[in-house]
RNA sequence: CGGGGUGUAGCGCAGCUUGGUAGCGCGCAUGGUUUGGGACCAUGAGGCCCCGGGUUCAAAUCCCGGCGCCCCGACCA
């Protein structure tokens, strides 16, 4: 390809929309262009990196026996319905009408088309288990589009589905695609953590997501250094030695004036935060709930509403409390009856505590779980925070950020059994299949790529992902110069190198700024001066120095540093 | 959906406080001189100043109401 008739144009500032590096690099270099928010166009260069992220993607997911197959952008309501999904999503399912009034939806992930397929195609256990991917656009109406490519609302989505007989197929099977997956990402150039994360709306029963530890993420993670524990704090859980538990004594109600927090109230009654009971009210769903942890321990929402088994919970206001007949400040499940109360697993082994009276500044001391209070669900509810110490080792756990490149699930029955995909077991029995899925956002792993691999001047790319292998330039317009650079220009492209030969009248400052703007792995100069010595120069774009190399060795030296690059990203 | 910011040429911005018919840099077009890290000279094109309403002799500027976009939060396979 020729600079002068590649379409799109590289831009010296970058957009005042853009603030994430990726986002400013990825508009600047002419890799795509905002449509509107969320939305997105791909240019040539762009779009040539997804499709070397499909390329490799397409290998691993083959490799592990998928197959791929495309399904419709464009579903009707019924599937949806079927599911429940139609229910429960809310307004990131994007739905509207046909012309005959029927309700029709746009993909959001097609668990109910894969599904659909499924038991019109599978009657025997002879035809299990497979596994189906697509590289496909998703359409999502997100709240909050946010940092380019890191959070759309269009975006192309690479999702599997296997089926199984059996849990134990899919347990088997289940961690070959999370190998598929750390392949993926490191054939990408990206170093990712395999994270424990809740199942949210896709339900099932266990998932995993693939984060890119990296500042800008969305996502908090939970790390052990030691033994390798990773998870999202959603469902991150900590280890909870009783710090020092006092055996329970006699209950007795003390004076406690003003004291509404666990600090103030510790320290008043001269004990620690861990030796006092911290009860919180919530509203799940058209319920009140009274949630109890230790009072050193925090409660982690999505635990809650996981133990809960509803979709969200939020923390009641102090008056909506009040009006139920609470006393904020001084709320314990100590002589309360008539309240739904959960406790975090942590309170039963916590001996004696301080809790509250429920009556203005008073408290109770040597409350006991099991003789003065019971709660009717006892679960992990409590938020793993930075330093706590690990589940499995007791190391202190690392906070930090991350991105969210790829998740899997095991689904188990929930979608085949809604839409009665099921099959025939070898002693005639029927059964649902049993399936997994799992997604991995193409365009946000592109930006994750240019986050890590990027400097000041612009992006480094992976030679496995790169739009181009080699930024072919001239200094000078001698004639004698631009012969040679078309002499092997031809002859790059006659070994298969990608080439992009930029033949444009500019000076060679904006070429060389393009050069490492755009970041092709190397980068071949031919100028007057070098030909004189019989030679063009090449440099690495991660190298600060560049080499002359004889003209008639560039396309053998180009070769090896290319090989040399590719080391770098291979597996296995 | 809450909080904050912002909207003027393709991009980056000034002008708005104090109303008087729109400007700078880059980019773009043409001609010429240039060519090892975003060259120089000359000429030129390009604007529903986000939209609607109001105040006024007069609105990019003041007032009211919308909308777009960005950031934080809520939310999120």
């Known amino acids: 390809m020729r600079s002068s008739t590649l379409f799109g144009r590289t831009l010296r500032e970058a957009p005042a929309e853009a603030e994430l590096v990726s986002h400013r690099l990825m508009l600047r270099a002419g890799l795509m262009r905002r449509l509107a928010a969320g939305i997105y166009s791909y240019l040539p260069l762009g779009w040539r990196v997804m499709r070397n992220i499909e390329a490799i993607i397409r290998e691993e997911m083959d490799a592990i026996g998928g197959q791929e197959i495309n399904m419709p952008v464009v579903h009707p309501a019924e599937i949806w319905q079927e599911s429940g999904r139609w229910y429960e999503v809310g307004p990131e399912l994007a739905r509207f009408k046909d012309r005959g009034g029927r309700d029709l939806v746009l993909g959001m992930t097609h668990e109910e088309v894969v599904t659909d397929l499924a038991r019109r195609e599978v009657d025997s256990h002879r035809q299990l288990p497979f596994m189906v991917y697509q590289l496909q656009t998703k359409f999502r109406d997100e709240p909050r589009p946010r940092g380019g490519l890191i959070r759309v609302r269009e975006f192309v989505m690479k999702d599997a589905y296997s089926f199984h007989h059996h ?33 949210g709306m896709m339900g099932g029963t266990g998932a995993h997501e693939f984060m890119l530890v990296s500042e800008a993420g969305e996502d908090t993670l939970l790390i052990c250094s030691q033994c390798g524990y990773a998870a999202n704090r959603e469902v991150a859980v900590l280890g909870k030695t ?24 510790a320290a008043f009654l001269g004990v620690t935060p861990s030796q006092t009971l911290k009860t919180l009210v919530f509203v799940a ?23 809960l088994k509803v979709a969200e919970t939020r ?16 709320v314990s499940p100590v002589g309360l009856t008539g309240y739904r109360i959960v406790a975090d697993d ?110 000041e001047r612009g992006i480094i790319w992976p030679v ?30 006659a070994h298969g190198i990608p080439v992009l030969y930029d033949d444009r009248e500019v000076s060679a400052g904006v070429k060389f700024n393009d050069a490492d703007l755009l970041g092709f792995p190397v980068r071949a100069t031919v100028s007057k001066r070098n030909l004189r010595a019989g030679a063009v120069e090449v440099k690495r774009r991660r190298d600060t120095e560049a080499f002359r190399v004889p003209v008639d060795s560039v396309v053998d030296s180009i070769e090896q540093t290319l090989a040399q690059e590719a080391a770098a990203y291979t597996v296995r």
């Open 167 to 199: 849990q134990e197929g899919l347990d088997a099977y289940y961690p070959q695609v999370c190998r598929a997956y750390i392949n993926i990402c490191r054939r990408s150039g990206l170093d990712v953590v395999m994270v424990a994360s809740d199942v």
């Open 242 to 265: 009783p710090a020092s538990p006092v055996a329970t004594g006699e209950l007795r109600a003390v004076e406690t004036p003003g004291m509404r927090d666990i600090p103030g109230v």
């Open 285 to 307: 769903g058209d319920q009140l709930v009274l949630a109890c942890i230790r009072g050193d321990l925090e409660v982690n929402e999505r635990k809650l509403a996981n133990l």
């Open 315 to 330: 923390l009641a206001g102090e008056a909506e409390a009040r009006s139920l007949g609470l006393v904020p400040g001084y």
């Open 346 to 455: 942590s309170v039963p082994k916590a001996g004696a505590l301080v809790a509250g009276a429920n009556r203005e500044d008073h408290h109770f001391t040597g409350a006991g779980y099991g003789r003065d209070f019971v709660a009717g669900l006892v679960g992990d509810i409590a938020a793993a925070r930075a330093q706590d110490p690990c589940a499995s080792c007791g190391n202190g756990l690392e906070m930090t950020r991350g991105i969210e490149v790829g998740n899997t699930f095991k689904l188990g029955v929930k979608y085949s059994r809604a839409l009665k995909a099921v099959y025939l077991d070898a002693a005639g029995q029927e059964l649902p299949v049993v399936m997994g899925c799992y997604g991995l956002g193409v365009g946000r792993l592109a930006a994750c790529i240019v986050e890590k691999h990027h400097d």
């Open 464 to 493: 496995t992902v790169a739009p181009y292998h080699v930024y072919l330039m001239t200094v000078g317009d001698e004639e004698e110069v631009v012969l040679a650079a078309q002499d092997l220009y031809t002859e790059l492209q």
